[in-house]
């Protein structure tokens, strides 16, 4: 397995965040990167028992600031045997600026100066509150579901 550089993952402190953090892999082969992901995430979590995917094929999706970039963005579930986090996952396709305002952004860090008003900020919040959406529609037809 080749090291392809630090875990790129950040968490948020808010642990009632429906996106818990963003993760921005290095390349579109996610399993060659998920033991680096899980050894990250278990300070946080626990052991991660498992991943659950919000998504249909991951190498063929473009940058969140793509013209074909999908509505809702990538989403990964990972289930901790402390707790579990949705984290929003920034295809490598993704310009590193964009991905770095998403990295701030989803773990509730203040962002770089001169970045708090830009245009990659007010697209880094949209792209945060359609996954947000999302996750609450999801909670919403598990809760109906069980009702």
Same mark, same amino acid.
């Given at each position: 397995?080749? *090291?392809?550089?630090? !875990?790129?993952?950040?968490?948020? *402190?808010?642990? @009632? &965040?429906?996106? &818990? ?5 290095? *390349? ?6 998920? %033991?680096?992901? @899980? ?27 793509? $013209?074909? @970039? ?6 990964? !579930? ?17 310009? %590193? %600026?964009? $991905? ?8 509730? %860090? ?18 945060? @509150? ?18």
């Amino acid at each position: 397995m080749v *090291t392809l550089g630090p !875990t790129r993952v950040r968490f948020t *402190t808010d642990r @009632s &965040a429906p996106i &818990a953090g963003a993760w921005y892999p290095y *390349t579109a082969n996610l399993a060659d990167e998920l %033991s680096s992901l @899980s050894g990250a995430a278990a300070p946080r979590l626990g052991e991660v028992t498992s991943i659950s995917v919000h998504w249909q094929s991951y190498r063929r999706y473009p940058g969140l600031d793509s $013209a074909d @970039s999908p509505t809702v963005p990538p989403l990964m !579930t990972l289930n901790g045997s402390h707790r579990n986090a949705t984290l929003l996952v920034i295809p490598c396709r993704t310009a %590193s %600026s964009l $991905a770095a305002i998403l990295m701030h952004l989803a773990s509730d %860090s203040e962002l770089p100066d001169g970045h708090m008003h830009s245009l990659e900020s007010k697209r880094g919040r949209r792209i945060l @509150s359609i996954a947000s959406q999302y996750m609450a529609s999801l909670d919403g037809t598990a809760s109906a579901a069980t009702s």
